[in-house]
């Protein structure tokens, strides 16, 4: 083996142990327990990602980089904004019906409690998030909309907007909170949105 991939089995170990023991532990989660899971020492937690916050952004990334890398894929190019919006909510929607939906909203409320418990590793988390969602800012910049073409400032808004809007309902809908909202629900508020407010006004 060489020493990349040495490297590379470690840190998947620490991330897949860290991914058990924050999930049940949360801001409580202790180092020597994650390490010992994955069969390796604090020093590399330090070696690889710097501190105990650094894995834990890690394993944010580990989780966020792939769901924004297929919502990416599920809007197709061409399409005008409001098309481009109705594509990507129903996407999420759908994401609702898999198998780890329920262990993804689990991990995503443990990673906002540690975050609430720890100032610094959660300007770390909000970093990390927005690096995640430039994907979508550059998936609604430059598609047409009201006769004109959306900037990267407006698609920036619409996107936190709709990260908001599609957060609560997925949180809302294995909660019985939400219990109409299927896709075409999820579809009509996201275009609802971006019909509005969130696009108004070029920033900068």
Sequence with gaps: MTRAEAKERNRRALLDAALEVVSRDGYR???????????LT???VYSLFGSKNGLVVALA????RP????MGQAVP?????LEAVDAFARHYRRGLEA???RSALSLQVTLLDMALHDPELGARLAASVREQEDQLVALFAGRPHAGGT?????????TTALRALLTGLGQGVPL?????????????AARALASGAPLEGEGP
């Design 29 to 39: 989660a202790r180092l020597d327990e994650i390490v010992a899971r994955a069969g």
């Design 42 to 44: 604090t020093g590399a």
């Design 61 to 64: 990334d580990d989780h966020l």
């Design 67 to 70: 769901q924004y890398e297929k």
């Design 77 to 81: 190019a061409g399409l005008g904004l």
């Design 99 to 101: 198998p780890d939906a």
């Design 150 to 158: 959306v900037t990267p400032h407006q698609a920036r808004r619409l």
């Design 176 to 188: 019985g909170l939400a219990p109409d909202a299927d896709e075409e629900f999820f579809a009509a």
